[in-house]
């Protein structure tokens, strides 16, 4: 099966400036996640969707930072304005709903921001 | 959230040799994980491993649940073992991993 799809791979930009990054979930899963790894430390979640619905975002700095699943499969993330601590690794990660066997991590958009 | 803590932070290891990774969680979890991160930033899930004992191959794995730590355990180390080995664990009232700092794994040829 084919796994969890995120574009793009890598992206710079400066601060104050947006940017959005997109996840497509192994067909089937009904749970989404976005994580951000900064470097050296250990990714942390900050926003959970079950279908289009939004289970868990009390991680996610809502002043600048957005999350979308408008259907229920893709989902985009936004920064505006981006700040130079936002620069990370984004991933996102699915699973079947109430599963944790199938949990599988997309490869992840490296973001620096200058 | 919980704590997650592993030891040792960095390990250089001659290709062939042995190692153990410890993870240590700050309440008890469910699900416990263990996860390889290469140099490409891909996380592979490696093993599954709530309680008891597992192998793959040159890896294994220990969960002692009531202890709250896990041991990763890697024989006859390779150049491809290298990269963040991560320990993450889910409690019982979400979803969500919660991981550790991770150990950073090199092996020289």
């Known amino acids: 099966e084919a796994g969890v799809a995120q574009s793009p791979r890598y992206k710079i930009i400066e601060k104050r400036q947006s940017v959005a990054f997109w996840c497509n979930p192994i067909?089937?899963?009904?749970?989404l996640y976005w994580y951000q790894q900064i470097l050296g430390q250990g990714p942390k979640l900050l926003i959970q969707?079950?279908?289009?619905?939004?289970?868990?975002d009390s991680q996610l700095p809502k002043d600048r930072f957005s999350a979308e699943r408008l259907k229920g499969v893709d989902s985009t993330l936004k920064i505006q304005p981006a700040k130079l601590e936002d620069s990370a690794v984004y991933l996102c990660?699915?699973?079947?709903?109430?599963?944790?066997?199938?949990?599988?991590f997309g490869s992840g958009t490296r973001l620096t921001v200058v | 959230g919980i704590q997650v803590e592993q030891s040792p932070p960095d390990l250089i290891l001659q290709e062939g040799a042995n190692s153990t990774l410890r993870c240590n969680f700050s309440?008890?979890?469910?699900?416990l994980q263990w996860f390889h991160q290469n140099p490409w930033g891909q996380l592979i899930n490696l093993f599954y491993?709530?309680?008891g004992t597992k192998q793959n191959g040159r890896l294994s794995a220990t969960t002692v649940a009531t202890e709250r730590y896990s041991l990763l355990y890697i024989s006859s180390s390779q150049t491809t073992d290298s990269g963040v080995y991560f320990c993450a664990g889910i409690v019982d009232t979400g979803n969500q991993f919660y991981f550790g700092t991770g150990t950073s794994l090199t092996v020289i040829p």
């Open positions: 309440d008890s979890v469910n699900n």
């Open positions: 990660a699915s699973s079947k709903e109430g599963a944790f066997l199938g949990y599988t």
């Open positions: 067909s089937g899963h009904a749970t």
């Open positions: 491993i709530p309680s």
């Open positions: 969707f079950q279908n289009n619905g939004v289970v868990d």
